[in-house]
């Protein structure tokens, strides 16, 4: 998926960092170069829709060929002006079929550059993007480790290892991660039953901290950086935050009369409401929304059916899961407001959803990721169009991952 960006041929510098790679530097107006010349001929560059290309996966990137010589090389560049990966010289033929490296540099603020190989002066550089990935989990026998997996051929890279993690629940659905900052937190414990939160940075996998830890099953996090979460306090469910950085909670309210579940949560950002999936007193499925800021209970809404997994928000304020019908697992858009469901599509064969099982949602390609197993025990991988529920891709996976995760 791809949109259209117009735009302009700049006057660039390449400076050279020894040989190999080069760097690509723009000399700012007002800095200790020339000023950037913008000519009036512009170039048309596609970069990834909704301005997120994740790793491992193939752009179609295109460009005005009769702007550049014979040759051009294709750069993304991060924030600091580092080439995170390049082609390589390539024809100008004004199209390629470009692949990222599963395990090239992430993050915010990238840019694509079209660099004509004869003339390095020259060259078009877009409007920013995202370059992000898919992560999950995998016990390697002797740590946890956070890999990317990519949604195109299943394969992983290590992406860090979670300190001395020993212990956690994946099915409790605790590790957050922040919306618009760099950290992602994973709740466990050690071998030695000490309780803790490990804070990695999202974007590089670096272990930041290991703090105190707390029971965030449910968890999610708001659009301000704000953990939220559930627990059982003897008498009701209550929804509490958290704050990493005093690891202290506060109290600010009950999900209703909660009384079981298996910590379905959602978080709709810009509403700012937290979703819990249960049953109430009465046995009966229920999708309560609470504010995530007062804690209030906003609704409570019956559900047709209780056979519910792997719950995460979708497009347009609503949520996406799968539900077993009995013969096979069917994607389905809920609105938590009314508790009204629609079936979107059969996801394959998929037959199990376990620790492995995830519905992660691409706002970008308006595509749902759904891990989990079919008849066979095999880790699968099933690509979702929302628009059509159709399945287009079926991608075998290496390992059961646990907690998957979009990182943008």
């Not at 071998?191 to 939160?197: A, G, T, W």
């Not at 347009?316 to 096979?328: C, E, F, I, K, P």
């Amino acid at each position: 998926m791809l949109y259209r960006s117009a735009l302009m041929l700049t006057a660039v510098t390449l400076a050279t960092a020894g040989c190999d790679p080069f760097t690509p530097v723009i000399e700012l107006p007002g800095g200790s170069g020339d000023d950037i010349t913008v000519p009036a001929t512009t170039i048309d560059v596609d970069v990834p829709a909704g301005g997120l290309w994740l790793a491992g996966t193939t752009e179609e990137v295109t460009w005005d060929p009769s702007l550049a010589g014979d040759q051009v090389e294709l750069y993304v560049v991060d924030a600091t002006g580092n080439p995170a990966f390049s082609t390589g010289p390539i024809d100008n033929d004004g199209t390629h079929a470009w692949t990222s490296p599963l395990d090239a540099g992430l993050g915010n603020d990238m840019t694509l550059w079209v660099v004509d190989v004869a003339e390095p002066t020259l060259g078009g550089v877009s409007e920013p993007f995202t370059h992000g990935s898919i992560v999950g989990f995998l016990w390697n026998g002797s740590e946890e480790e956070m890999v990317r997996v990519s949604p195109e051929t299943g394969e992983t890279v290590l992406h860090g290892i979670v300190g001395d993690l020993a212990w956690w629940s994946p099915m409790a659905r605790q590790v957050v991660v922040e919306p618009d900052g760099d950290r992602l937190y994973v709740p466990g414990t050690t071998i030695d039953q000490s309780d803790h939160v490990w804070v990695m940075d999202k974007w590089t996998g670096e272990l930041i901290d290991e703090l105190p830890g707390a029971d965030l099953a449910g968890a999610e996090m708001t659009s301000d950086g704000t953990v939220i979460a559930c627990r059982w306090n003897g008498t009701a469910e209550e929804v509490f935050t958290y704050d990493p950085a005093t690891q202290t909670s506060t109290v600010i309210g009950q999900v209703g009369d909660l009384q079981t579940w298996s910590s379905q949560t959602a978080i709709n950002r810009e509403l700012g409401h937290y979703i819990v999936v249960g049953y109430d007193s009465s046995n009966a499925p229920i999708v309560w929304t609470v504010d995530a800021t007062s804690g209030e209970l906003l609704s409570s809404a019956a559900l047709a059916d209780s056979h519910i997994h792997a719950l995460t928000e979708g497009p347009d304020a609503s949520l996406l899961y799968v539900r077993w019908t009995g013969s096979s697992e069917v994607l389905e858009s809920l609105d938590p407001s009314t508790g009204v469901a629609t079936t979107l599509g059969t996801v394959g064969d998929l037959m199990w959803i376990h620790n492995g099982g995830a519905v992660v949602y691409n706002p970008a390609s308006q595509q749902a990721y759904v891990w989990g197993a079919n008849a066979q025990d095999e880790a699968r991988l099933w690509v979702m169009d929302l628009a059509t529920g159709d399945v287009v891709a079926d991608v075998p996976q290496a390992h059961i991952l646990s907690e998957l995760h979009l990182v943008h």
